[in-house]
Nanobody
């Protein structure tokens, strides 16, 4: 049974930092590209950051470039999202996603989400 468990969310003041973690189990973690998505109240879910299987390539939505960093530790089956200089508009539920193609099919899994609230 595949599980992705996020942690590290919370309430932080504007300009503050948080580090999200997502621990995966039940899958061969190193074979999955990993991503962080977020969904703010009343808005569609958006891709925030993604990292390739070995961590050699990353990409970010423009609104977080220079502030957020995605990384992974394949030995610990964990992906991280370091979030600095947080803004109120970063407030959302953040979700971890694992993705690969297998036999021509897309396979992906989601975590349950962790709430990030940026407010003074």
């Amino acid at each position: 049974q595949v599980q992705l468990v996020e942690s590290g969310g919370g309430l932080v003041q504007p300009g503050g930092s948080l580090r999200l973690s997502c621990v995966a189990s039940g899958l061969t973690f190193s074979r999955y590209a990993m991503s962080w998505y977020r969904q703010a109240l009343g808005k569609e879910r958006e891709l925030v950051a993604a990292i390739t299987t070995a961590g050699g390539s990353t990409n970010y939505v423009d609104s977080v470039k220079g502030r957020f960093t995605i990384s992974r530790d394949n030995a610990k089956n964990t992906v991280y999202l370091q979030m600095n200089s947080l803004k109120p508009e970063d407030t959302a539920v953040y979700y971890c996603n694992a993705y690969r193609t297998l036999g021509g099919y897309d396979v992906d899994y989601w975590g349950q989400g962790t709430q990030v609230t940026v407010s003074s």
